[in-house]
């Protein structure tokens, strides 16, 4: 007798239309990591760090020996 490998699998009772299904992927997008300013020198910076570029924080000088 032939053995089959068949797995049972939830089987969709409709097909999904066209505009449910972009309605579904709407929210798939992949969002961008959390970026801010630096306010002193511009870069794009993560959020409650200091600046690697220029070494402040919340506009105060923290790191001393930043290369300028
Ligand atoms: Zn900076």
Known sequence: MMK???QM???PFH???KTRKRMR???NAIELPG???CPSCGETIKPHRVCPKCGTYK????LSNESE
Do not use: M, N, Q, Y
């Open 15 to 17: 097909r999904v239309s």
């Open 9 to 11: 699998f939830a089987v």
């Open 25 to 27: 992927r709407s929210h």
């Open 35 to 37: 970026t801010t300013k």
């Open 4 to 6: 089959l490998d068949i």
């Open 59 to 62: 506009g105060k000088k923290v």
